[in-house]
């Protein structure tokens, strides 16, 4: 248990960041869900769209530090591969 004041200064800023962390991966999460919606219905313009707004918000997500940067560069690749798979069908 944190007993010093520093401590338990710290145990309030773990969980605010938390919260607000918590908060941007679900934002995330739910871009790249509405992407998969526009491609498994197949409407190429719907998905480059769902795309552009989740590739935004994925790297938005690494400058705040909530993902890896690799993982979001990883993340954007593989939807830019749906989508190009996509349109060329």
């Known amino acids: 248990m944190a007993n010093t004041p520093g401590a338990k200064k710290a145990v309030r800023k773990i969980a605010r960041r938390t919260e607000v962390n918590t908060a941007r991966r679900s934002r995330v999460r739910t871009y790249l869900r509405k992407f998969e919606e526009a491609v498994s219905s197949g409407d190429a313009a719907a998905a480059k769209d769902a795309f552009v707004k ?26 830019a591969a749906q989508l190009k798979k996509l349109s060329a069908a």
């Open 54 to 79: 989740a590739q935004s918000e994925l790297m938005r997500a690494v400058s705040k530090g909530v993902f890896h940067k690799n993982t979001g560069s990883r993340k954007v690749s593989r939807l």
